[in-house]
C-alpha cells in the first residue's frame, strides 16, 4: 500500500510581495488581469495579492483604485483564497490610525474579497494588532498572526515562543514567521517551527526571502520541523530580494514526499506569462538584476531589499553612492540604539534613513528625522530592548515616553475624514484611501472625476 504523502500549502506572491520586492510593486492590474483565470486553476493555498506596498503603489504610480483592483481579482479568482498583509493600527500606511479606521479598514478588506489576512507588528508589539486581530475575526476571514524574525541579543526562541502562545490566545488562526530580510538559517528556522510547534496547537506558515540565498533551504527545514504553508514565487519572478521558486519547491517537495496540490502544466502557464513582463522590466530599467542576485552581506546588516533600494535612493539623490557601505555598518548600531526593532516596514525605513543621515552628517544623531523622535515617545509602539538612554534624553529631554499603546491617544477618525474629503469620496472604501494617503488620494479622485468628464464630452461629441 502507498504511503499517503504529506499536504503542503504555497501561496503564491507574484501579485504582492514578489513584485513589491523585485519592481517596487509598480506591476499594474492590465500586466496580469488575463493570467487570473489560470492562476486559480493552479492548486495554490492562497493568493497573496493585496496589502503591503501595493495600496500606495496603486494611486501614487498607477493610478489604480486598489479596493477596484481588488474587486476585479475577486471576480475572477473563484477557488483559491486571496491574501492579504496588513500592518497591525499601521494599516497600510506609515503611521498608527485610530481604532475605528483600523475596523472600519479590515471590515471593507473582507467584504471586497479578502480570505486570509496577515497581520504583523512592525516592532512585535502585540498590543498594535489586536484591534486588527479582533474585527478580522468579526468579519469572518482567517487570521494569521505574525511574528516578525530577527536576530538580535534579546530575539531569542523562547522570546518567539512567548509571542507565539500571545496570538494564540488572541484568536489567531494560524502563525506566521516571517523572515523579511531572508536571514533565517536553516537550522533557526527548523528550532524555531519546532519550539513553536511545541507551544501551540495553530497551523504554522513560513515566509522568507531569497537574498541571502538561505529561503529554498530554509522552507525544506522548517517543513521537516512541522509548517504546513510556505510563500513562493513563480519562477521568472523569484529569487533575489523575491521569494524561493513554486516550481522549484513544488518539485523537490514531491521528490522527496510532500503533495503541494499544484498542477505542473498550469505553472508553466503562468511562468511563461510573466517571462515577457519580468524581462520588460529588466528593459526599462525597472528591474535591477542587482537585486536577483544573492547577497550574503545582509546576514550581517540585516538590510532587507525594499530598505536596501530605498538606501541607495537615498544616497544617489545626495551623490553619495560611493558610501554605502559605511551606511550598511552604521545599520546595525542605529537598530541596537534603538532597541533591535525589526527591519521590516515602517522601521526599516526609519533605521536606513537615520544610518544615512548619520554618515553624511559626519556626526551620529546630528539631524534626527522626525520619524525617530516619534518612535523614542513610543508612537510607534514598545521598543523590544532598551533604548540608549543618551539619545532618549538628547531628543525627550525630560519627557517620559509613551506607556500606553499610542493608539488609546488618537481620537476617532473615520466621520472626521468622510467630512474633509467631502464628495470627492464616493464610499467608505475612498475615505479609507484618504485616510491612509490624504495627498495621493484626493488628488486621484480629482484625476478619476476629470477622466470621468473628458470621455462623457467625448461620447456626446461623438453622438453629435
Known amino acids: 500500500m502507498e504511503e499517503k504523502q504529506m499536504k503542503i ?16 510593486t509598480r506591476m499594474p492590474m492590465s500586466d496580469f488581469e488575463p493570467i487570473l483565470e489560470t492562476m486559480d486553476k493552479a492548486g495554490y493555498y492562497a493568493l497573496e495579492c493585496w496589502g503591503g506596498a501595493t495600496f500606495d503603489s496603486c494611486l501614487r504610480y498607477l493610478h489604480e483604485d486598489p479596493w477596484e483592483r481588488l474587486r476585479k481579482i475577486r471576480k ?5 483564497k486571496l491574501q492579504m498583509l496588513l500592518r497591525g493600527q499601521n494599516l497600510l500606511g506609515y503611521k498608527h ?15 471586497n474579497g479578502i480570505d ?24 469572518g476571514a482567517h487570521v494569521q498572526g505574525t511574528l516578525c524574525y530577527t536576530t538580535s541579543p534579546i530575539h531569542t526562541p523562547e522570546n518567539f515562543v512567548n509571542l507565539a502562545r500571545q496570538l494564540e490566545k488572541m484568536g489567531c488562526h494560524s502563525i506566521c514567521i516571517k523572515d523579511m530580510a531572508g536571514i533565517m538559517s536553516p537550522k533557526e528556522a527548523y528550532d524555531l517551527v519546532k519550539a513553536v510547534k511545541e507551544a501551540v496547537k495553530l497551523p504554522i506558515v513560513v515566509h522568507t526571502h531569497c537574498t541571502t540565498g538561505l529561503g529554498p533551504m530554509t522552507y525544506l527545514k522548517a517543513i521537516e520541523a512541522g509548517a504546513t504553508t510556505i510563500d513562493c514565487a513563480i519562477a521568472c519572478m523569484s529569487g533575489g ?13 514531491k521528490q522527496i514526499g510532500y503533495d503541494a496540490g499544484l498542477n505542473e502544466d498550469v505553472l508553466k502557464e503562468i511562468n511563461d506569462f510573466f517571462r515577457p513582463i519580468r524581462n520588460k522590466a529588466l528593459e526599462t530599467g525597472l528591474l535591477n538584476p542587482v537585486v536577483m542576485g544573492t547577497d550574503p552581506d545582509s546576514l550581517t546588516y540585516q538590510v ?3 530598505m536596501l533600494s530605498n538606501l541607495i535612493a537615498q544616497l544617489k539623490a545626495q551623490n553619495a553612492l560611493d558610501r554605502l557601505q559605511e551606511v550598511l555598518e552604521e545599520t546595525p548600531r542605529v537598530r541596537a540604539d534603538l532597541g533591535y526593532p525589526p527591519l521590516v516596514t515602517p522601521s526599516s525605513q526609519m533605521v536606513g534613513v537615520q544610518a544615512a543621515n548619520n554618515v553624511l552628517s559626519g556626526q551620529r544623531y546630528k539631524n534626527i528625522t522626525k520619524e525617530i523622535k516619534a518612535y523614542l515617545r513610543g508612537e510607534y509602539g514598545r521598543a ?15 519627557e517620559k515616553p509613551l506607556e500606553c499603546r499610542f493608539a488609546d491617544t488618537l481620537e476617532p477618525g473615520f466621520e472626521k475624514a468622510k467630512k474633509e474629503i467631502g464628495d470627492l469620496a464616493r464610499s467608505d472604501e475612498d475615505v479609507l484611501s484618504y485616510v491612509a494617503f490624504p495627498q495621493i488620494a484626493e488628488k486621484f479622485f480629482k484625476e478619476r ?3 470621468e468628464h473628458n470621455t462623457v464630452s467625448y461620447q456626446i461629441r461623438k453622438v453629435d
Not at 490610525?97 to 467584504?111: G, L, M, N, Q
Not at 486570509?116 to 468579519?139: G, P, S
Open 76 to 80: 475572477v479568482v473563484k477557488n483559491t
Open 449 to 451: 472625476e476629470e477622466r
Open 384 to 398: 523590544p530592548g532598551e533604548l540608549n538612554a543618551e539619545l532618549v534624553k538628547k531628543v525627550l529631554g525630560d
Open 97 to 111: 490610525y485610530p481604532d475605528d479606521i483600523v475596523r472600519a479598514f479590515v471590515r471593507k478588506s473582507v467584504e
Open 304 to 306: 532587507p531589499g525594499g
Open 9 to 24: 500549502n504555497i501561496t503564491e506572491t507574484v501579485l504582492r510581495d514578489a513584485n513589491q520586492s523585485l519592481i517596487a
Open 116 to 139: 486570509i489576512i496577515r497581520i504583523f507588528d512592525a516592532l512585535n508589539d502585540l498590543r498594535n494588532i489586536e484591534v486588527a486581530v479582533d474585527e478580522a475575526i468579526k468579519a
Open 241 to 253: 530580494t523575491s521569494q524561493p521558486p513554486t516550481e522549484s519547491m513544488n518539485y523537490t517537495l
